[in-house]
C-alpha cells in the first residue's frame, strides 16, 4: 500500500566549482509527513527547487512516483504540488482569481474543486479580495489552496506555518496530517521551526552542507533505549552509592542526580534505593527534545 | 478549451487586469479624442463636404485664395500650398469630385500613433516574463504540467495578442471619434493621394490598412527584441530602455553605417518595408525578397536566444 511517492537517488547540485548538494539519499513514502530540516544555508531551498524542477541537477535524479523529473517532466510535475519559499502570489489579482489561474493550468481542475479547496483552507470569506491586502497567514492559506488544488501524491511545503496564529497553526497541522491519513499524500515539510515539526511529521531528516547528516522517526521512543532519569532524593549520598554498585554513571545538577540507565531498569533502581531506606520523591526520565538533538548533530546554527 | 487556449487566457487575464494596462488604452483615447478637437478647431480650411454640382467653382475658389496667400506669405507656406493646389488641379483635370473630409481620412493620418502602439506592446512585452520573477511568481508558474517552452510561447503570443487588441482599438476609436466629429465618408471612399507615379485616385480604406500594416512590421520587430532582453537579463527597464532607444535611433544608426557594405543586414533598414512601393530604397541592392529574409533572420534569432536563455537555466533565490 504504502508506495514510494518521493525518491531522490545521490542528488548533487554544482554551481561554478562549489558543491553544493553533495549527493543526497532520502525516500518518502505516500501517507508520511517528513520533516526536512537544517540551518540556514544547509541546502534546504536549494534541494527543494531541484524536486520541483526549478533548478536542474547537476548528478542523480529525483522521482515522483517513480517518474523522473528530468526525463519525464510532465508526469512528474502533474504529481507535485509545493509551495516555495513564501507564498507569492499574484497581489492585483483576487484570491479566487490566483486560484482559478493556477487551476486552468492543471487537467480537470473543476470551479467546484476550487470552492472545495478554498473552504478547505477557510478562505470563504475573502475569496473575493484583492490578494495584496491579504495578511501572511492569509497568503500562507492560499499558497496551500494552490498546492493542494489537483491532488497532488507528493506535497511539499516550505515553512507552511510562518506567519500563522496559534489557533492557525493548529488548523494546518490538524489538515496537513488530515490529508497524509486520509489521502495518502506524502508531505514534504522543510521548516526551522523544530517544534513545529515535531508535532507535524512521521520521520525527519536533518541537512547540513548539501548532506543528510541524520535521519530518523519522531515519535519512536525504542531508539533511544539509554535515557536520562532525573531522581530528587533526600539522601543523595546513599542513593549515589546504589547506582554506582550497578555501575551507572552519574550526573550531579544541584541536589538531584542524573543517571543514564536503560528505561526497562528503572523499576529495579527504584526498587533497590528503597529497599536502602532512600527517600524519593521523584523520578523523571528526560526525553530530549528535536531541538537538543538538531543542535547537537549541527553544532549550533553555522551558516557556511 | 486546450490547454493553450487556457493558458493565453490566463496571459491576457493577467495583462488586462490590472490598471496600468486601462491607462494605455485612455491615454490612447484621450489622444485621438483630442486629435480631433484640435483638427476641427484649428484646421478652418478643412473641407469636410464638397456640394455635388458646384464643386469645381469651390476648389477654384480655394486655389485662388491659396494663390494669394502664397504670394503675401512667401517661403514655406507657399510650398505647401502649392502642392494643395496642384492636388486640387489634378481633381479638375480629371473630373474626380474630391472626397471632404472625414472619419477614415482621420483614421488614415493617425497611423503614426501607431508608434505610441508600439511603445506600449513594448513596455507589455518588456514586463510579461520578467514581472513574474520580480513578483516572485515564476516559481509557482513553472512547477506546473507544462513544459518552459510553452509557457514562453503563450507569453509571446499574448503580447501580440495585445499588440493587435491595441490595433483594433486605435483604427475603431479614430473612425467612431472621426465620425463624430467630421462624418462618415462611406464604405469605400477614394482619395487622391501623391504616389511616386504623382497623383493617384486610391481606395482611402486599403491606403489606411497598408499604412498600419507597414507599422506593425517594426512594431513586431522591436517587441520581440524587447521581450528577449528582459527574458535574458530578467529586467523590465532595461528593456523597455534599449528597445525604444533603437526603435527611435535605428534611422540613424543605418544612416552613420550607410557606406559600409554591412549597412543592409542592420535590422533597422529593413523594418520600413514601405521604401519598396515608394521605390525610395535606403541602400541600393535591396530588394522587398532580401529585406524579409533579414527580418526573419532577426526574429528567430530574438525568439531563440529568448528560449535558450528561459529554459535552460535555473530558478535561484533572489
Not at chain 1, 518521493?6 to 508520511?32: A, F, H, P, R, Y
Not at chain 1, 484570491?95 to 478554498?118: C, D, F, P, S
Not at chain 1, 490538524?174 to 521548516?191: G, Q, T
Not at chain 2, 526574429?299 to 535558450?308: E, G, T, Y
Amino acid at each position: 500500500m504504502s508506495q514510494v511517492a518521493l525518491e531522490l537517488k545521490d542528488v548533487k547540485k554544482k554551481i561554478g566549482k562549489k558543491e553544493i548538494i553533495k549527493g543526497i539519499n532520502l525516500s518518502i513514502n505516500q501517507g508520511e509527513v517528513y520533516g526536512f530540516i537544517g540551518p540556514n544555508g544547509a541546502g534546504k531551498t536549494t534541494t527543494i527547487r531541484m524536486i520541483v524542477g526549478l533548478m536542474r541537477l547537476t548528478g542523480g535524479d529525483v522521482k515522483i512516483l517513480g517518474k523522473s523529473i528530468q526525463s519525464d517532466y510532465k508526469l512528474a510535475a502533474k504529481n507535485i504540488g509545493a509551495i516555495v519559499e513564501n507564498p507569492e502570489l499574484y497581489p492585483f489579482m483576487t484570491g479566487w482569481q490566483n486560484l482559478m489561474h493556477y487551476a486552468r493550468m492543471y487537467q480537470g481542475v473543476t470551479k467546484e474543486r476550487v470552492e472545495e479547496v478554498i473552504s478547505l483552507v477557510g478562505l470563504e470569506k475573502v475569496v473575493n479580495d484583492k490578494v495584496g491586502k491579504y495578511s501572511l497567514g492569509m497568503r500562507q492559506r492560499l499558497g496551500i489552496a494552490q498546492a493542494i488544488l489537483h491532488k497532488p501524491a507528493l506535497l511539499i511545503l516550505d515553512e507552511p506555518t510562518n506567519g500563522l496564529d496559534p489557533a492557525g497553526i493548529r488548523e494546518i497541522r490538524d489538515y496537513i496530517r488530515e490529508l497524509a491519513v486520509k489521502d495518502n499524500v506524502a508531505v514534504m515539510i522543510s521548516s526551522h521551526l523544530l517544534s513545529e515539526i515535531e508535532l507535524m511529521c512521521d520521520r525527519i531528516g536533518i541537512i547540513q552542507q548539501g548532506e543528510v547528516i541524520s535521519e530518523r522517526a519522531v515519535h519512536d521512543e525504542s531508539t533511544d533505549s539509554q535515557l536520562k532519569v532525573i531522581f530528587e532524593v533526600k539522601q543523595n549520598d546513599k542513593a549515589q552509592e546504589v547506582f554506582e554498585e550497578k555501575e551507572l554513571t552519574i550526573e550531579k545538577e544541584s541536589n538531584k542526580l542524573i543517571v543514564k540507565l536503560d528505561r526497562e531498569d528503572i523499576p529495579n533502581v527504584v526498587k533497590s534505593l528503597i529497599e536502602k531506606d532512600v527517600e524519593v520523591y521523584g523520578v523523571t526520565p528526560i526525553k530530549a527534545t528535536l531541538e537538543d538533538q538538531f543542535l547537537e548533530l549541527t553544532g549550533g546554527n553555522v551558516i557556511e | 478549451m486546450s490547454k493553450f487556449f487556457k493558458l493565453l487566457y490566463n496571459e491576457l487575464f493577467k495583462t488586462y487586469i490590472r490598471k496600468s494596462t486601462w491607462v494605455m488604452y485612455i491615454v490612447l483615447l484621450a489622444i485621438i479624442i483630442g486629435g480631433a478637437v484640435i483638427t476641427s478647431i484649428f484646421e478652418d480650411e478643412i473641407v469636410t463636404s464638397y456640394s455635388d454640382d458646384n464643386w469645381q467653382e469651390e476648389l477654384t475658389q480655394e486655389n485662388e485664395k491659396l494663390i494669394q496667400e502664397s504670394e503675401e506669405e512667401g517661403g514655406y507656406i507657399a510650398e505647401m500650398n502649392s502642392s494643395t493646389i496642384s492636388k486640387n488641379n489634378f481633381h479638375l483635370d480629371n473630373d474626380i469630385k474630391p472626397l471632404g473630409y472625414g472619419a477614415w481620412q482621420y483614421t488614415y493620418e493617425n497611423a503614426s500613433l501607431l508608434s505610441l502602439v508600439s511603445l506600449f506592446t513594448i513596455i507589455i512585452g518588456a514586463g510579461i516574463v520578467s514581472s513574474e520573477f520580480k513578483w516572485g511568481t515564476i516559481k509557482l508558474l513553472l512547477i506546473r504540467p507544462i513544459s518552459r517552452t510553452m509557457i514562453l510561447l503563450t507569453k509571446f503570443v499574448a503580447v501580440l495578442v495585445f499588440a493587435l487588441i491595441t490595433l483594433i482599438f486605435t483604427l475603431l476609436s479614430s473612425l467612431l471619434v472621426g465620425a463624430i466629429f467630421f462624418g462618415f465618408e462611406g464604405f469605400d471612399p477614394y482619395f487622391v493621394t501623391s504616389t511616386i507615379n504623382g497623383y493617384e485616385h486610391l481606395s482611402l480604406v486599403g491606403e489606411t490598412f497598408s499604412s498600419y500594416g507597414y507599422n506593425i512590421v517594426n512594431l513586431i520587430m522591436m517587441t520581440t527584441f524587447a521581450f528577449m532582453v528582459s527574458t535574458i537579463f530578467r529586467n523590465n527597464s532595461l528593456a523597455i530602455g534599449l528597445a525604444i532607444f533603437l526603435m527611435l535611433s535605428g534611422n540613424m544608426i543605418v544612416a552613420a553605417f550607410q557606406k559600409y557594405d554591412f549597412a543592409k543586414y542592420i535590422l533597422f533598414a529593413n523594418t520600413d518595408l514601405k521604401q519598396y512601393e515608394t521605390g525610395d530604397v535606403w541602400i541600393e541592392g535591396m530588394t522587398l525578397g532580401f529585406s524579409v529574409t533579414v527580418l526573419i533572420v532577426y526574429f528567430v534569432l530574438f525568439m531563440a536566444l529568448s528560449w535558450v536563455f528561459f529554459n535552460k537555466r535555473d530558478v535561484a533565490g533572489h
